[in-house]
T-cell receptor, first 108, second 115 residues
Framework: DAKTTQPPSMDCAEGRAANLPCNHS???????VYWYRQIHSQGPQYIIH???NNETNEMASLIITEDRKSSTLILPHATLRDTAVYYC?????????FGKGTRLSVIA | NAGVTQTPKFRILKIGQSMTLQCAQD?????MYWYRQDPGMGLKLIYY???????DKGEVPNGYNVSRSTTEDFPLRLELAAPSQTSVYFC??????????????FGDGTRLSIL
């Protein structure tokens, strides 16, 4: 699986868009980009995943660059409940490998 | 709407005791996983299973055993509890289609302390 690099922490004002970057320069052609988050000590929660095209669901949008070497998770209107650790994971047919993720703090 | 159910939620064990952490899913997922998470760290894979009767080791399998006799259940066994196994344990499940891996669904975790 390709390795990912994420900033250790970010702040975002409540109501603003949160843009979380992820670098995965060694991604292979068939590997998907997944985003999960973990709120406090709960179990990780799936957010979104994609291969090449940008994806959007009720929680977030995923923007993948054309060369697929990086991606951005966008929470369009961050709330205090979005404060969590966000994990970017690249994989194909293997179990998830969690790094340290980005700790997002949404500030009122 | 149960999803992945883990029991117990909390447990304190003495060194050398044994116990089984239970995990059940009602989504008919063929893939199941066990992770552990130490304080301030990411999740580490202990064991996983791609279907009933099939299990495989993850990154940190030592000190643990698993079995998968049914699609729904994937228990994790600690035979001789050690302080290093104090952690939060998460079970997860997923289906798998031909074209893309489906996301994993996680339980709420079992918080285990070994004293």
């Amino acid at each position: 699986d390709a390795k990912t690099t994420q900033p250790p922490s970010m702040d975002c004002a409540e109501g603003r868009a949160a843009n979380l970057p992820c670098n995965h320069s060694t991604i292979s052609g068939n590997e998907y980009v997944y985003w999960y988050r973990q709120i406090h000590s709960q179990g990780p929660q799936y957010i979104i995943h994609g291969l090449k095209n940008n994806e959007t669901n009720e929680m977030a949008s995923l923007i993948i660059t054309e060369d697929r070497k990086s991606s951005t998770l966008i929470l369009p209107h961050a709330t205090l409940r979005d404060t969590a650790v966000y994990y970017c994971i690249v994989r194909l047919n293997t179990p998830l490998v969690f790094g340290k993720g980005t700790r997002l703090s949404v500030i009122a | 709407n149960a999803g992945v159910t883990q029991t117990p939620k909390f447990r304190i064990l003495k060194i050398g005791q044994s116990m089984t952490l239970q995990c059940a899913q009602d989504m008919n997922h063929n893939y199941m996983y066990w992770y552990r998470q130490d304080p301030g760290m990411g999740l580490k894979l202990i064991y996983y299973s791609v279907g009933a009767g099939i299990t495989d080791k993850g990154e940190v399998p030592n000190g643990y055993n698993v079995s998968r006799s049914t699609t729904e259940d994937f228990p994790l066994r600690l035979e001789l509890a050690a302080p290093s196994q104090t952690s939060v344990y998460f079970c997860a499940s997923s289906s798998s289609t031909g074209r893309s891996n489906q996301p994993q669904h996680f339980g709420d975790g079992t918080r285990l302390s070994i004293l």
